[in-house]
């Protein structure tokens, strides 16, 4: 049973516009949200983040949206970069400031592709 | 920086052979995590330990056991491959809390013929 849930496997847009990227998760225990980003033969790196008791956190070009009700989240990604082509992952995880030993639940994934 | 490396980038195995996959932390992290990515499925949880001996499985365990005798050194064994383990390994560890980043290695690609 997949908990956490990237239904778009890729994703293709022109360098300056917005990326867009959506996650869906079905635990209503998670309360702790993550974006990886993985190009090949490399591990993933940790992009931005976000607990349950926000609905907004932007990093730079990076803005991760919460709507807990739907249990959706998004990465937006402005302006898009050819060096943002990559496989973004989501995660989820819960007990946040407990002993959940930080194990984490990712999506499938999305390829996303900047054209220049 | 933390630095997360695997003991192999590539490796090329037979139906049956016992294989150990090495990952070792420079970050005296408490967590260290064994996953596997395969397409269309993302990255699945194998193993995760939270201490020096301490186990606890993930979502696949079967056909895996692990072993931590020291902090900073996580081991994934397969106790006799299969061609159905062929996949992308990849090590991360983080500190102890549940909202601590996790680093992850550059993997191991596991071929089992």
């Known amino acids: 049973d997949q908990q956490v849930k990237q239904n778009s496997p890729s994703l293709s847009v022109q360098e300056g516009r917005i990326s867009i990227l959506n996650c869906d998760y079905t635990n209503s225990m998670f309360d702790y949200f993550l974006w990886y980003k993985k190009y090949p033969a490399e591990g993933p790196t940790f992009l931005i983040s976000?607990?349950?008791?926000?609905d907004k956190n932007e990093d730079g070009r990076f803005t991760v949206f919460l709507n807990k009700s739907a249990k959706h989240l998004s990465l937006h990604i402005v302006p898009s970069q050819p060096g943002d082509s990559a496989v973004y992952f989501c995660?989820?995880?819960?007990?946040?400031?407990?002993?959940?030993?930080?194990?984490?639940?990712f999506g499938q994934g999305t390829i996303l592709t900047v054209h220049p | 920086d933390v630095k997360v490396t695997q003991s192999s980038r590539y490796l090329v195995k037979r139906t049956g052979e016992k294989v150990f996959l090495e990952c070792v932390q420079d970050?005296?992290?408490?967590?260290m995590f064994w996953y596997r990515q395969d397409p269309g499925l993302g990255l699945r949880l194998i193993y995760f330990?939270?201490?020096?001996?301490?186990?606890e499985k993930g979502d696949i365990p079967e056909g895996y056991s692990v072993s931590r005798e020291k902090k900073e050194r996580f081991s994934l064994i397969l106790e006799s491959a299969s061609t159905n383990q062929t996949s992308m390994y990849l090590c991360a560890s983080s500190l102890f809390l549940a909202e601590e980043t996790q680093y992850f290695g550059p993997g191991t690609r596991l071929l089992v013929l």
């Open positions: 995660a989820a995880s819960y007990g946040a400031g407990g002993t959940s030993y930080g194990k984490l639940t």
């Open positions: 970050m005296d992290h408490e967590n």
């Open positions: 976000i607990s349950s008791i926000k």
């Open positions: 330990s939270y201490d020096v001996k301490m186990k």
